[in-house]
C-alpha cells in the first residue's frame, strides 16, 4: 500500500498491536485527541478502521461514550469513500447512527463499510462499528464533495 492511497499518511507500523496499520492522520484535532484511530487496507480492496478502547473512551455507565463510538464512524465514512473522493475534502452532511450493542474497556473497535452510492456532489455511505466482533454501531452518512477554490 503506497502512502496516502487509504486516505492517510505515515509508515506502516512494523511492530506491537497495531503492525500492519498506519496511524490515521487527518486534519481533525479532535480525532487526535480521542484516538490514534489506525487504518489498513483488507484483502479483498475494502478499509478497515480502528482503536483500542480505553477507560478515558466510557460513559459513566462503564460503557463507551456514543459521540466516541460516533466520532469513529464519522471518520471511517472519509476512510471507506477515500477512492470515490478522488481527491477532494468534504464534509459529512448526514449521519446517522443506531447503537445495537456496547464497547468495553479493552475491545478492538473496528469500522467497516461501504460506498453505497457516489453521485457528483455527494457520496453516500453505511457501515457497521464492531466491538471485538460484536455488532455495537451501524450507521450510515452522506458526505458532501468540496470544490477546491
Request: one cysteine or more.
Amino acid at each position: 500500500m503506497a502512502d496516502g492511497e487509504d486516505g492517510v499518511t505515515g509508515d506502516v507500523i512494523a511492530e506491537g498491536e497495531w503492525a500492519g496499520w498506519r496511524v490515521c492522520a487527518f486534519r481533525d484535532s479532535f480525532e487526535r485527541l480521542i484516538g490514534p484511530f489506525h487504518v489498513k487496507r483488507e484483502d479483498g480492496g475494502g478499509v478497515v478502521c480502528a482503536f483500542r478502547a480505553e477507560p478515558r473512551h466510557m460513559n459513566g455507565g462503564g460503557s463507551m461514550h456514543g459521540g466516541c463510538i460516533m466520532s469513529l464512524a464519522d471518520t471511517s465514512l472519509f476512510v471507506i469513500g477515500h477512492d470515490a473522493m478522488n481527491g477532494q475534502s468534504g464534509v459529512t452532511v448526514s449521519f446517522t447512527g443506531d447503537f445495537v450493542g456496547p464497547v468495553r474497556i479493552g475491545d478492538l473497535v473496528e469500522a467497516r463499510g461501504e460506498v453505497v452510492r457516489d453521485g457528483g456532489s455527494l457520496m453516500f455511505v453505511r457501515g457497521l462499528v464492531t466491538a471485538s466482533g460484536r455488532p455495537a454501531l451501524n450507521f450510515s452518512g452522506v458526505v458532501k464533495k468540496l470544490r477546491s477554490r
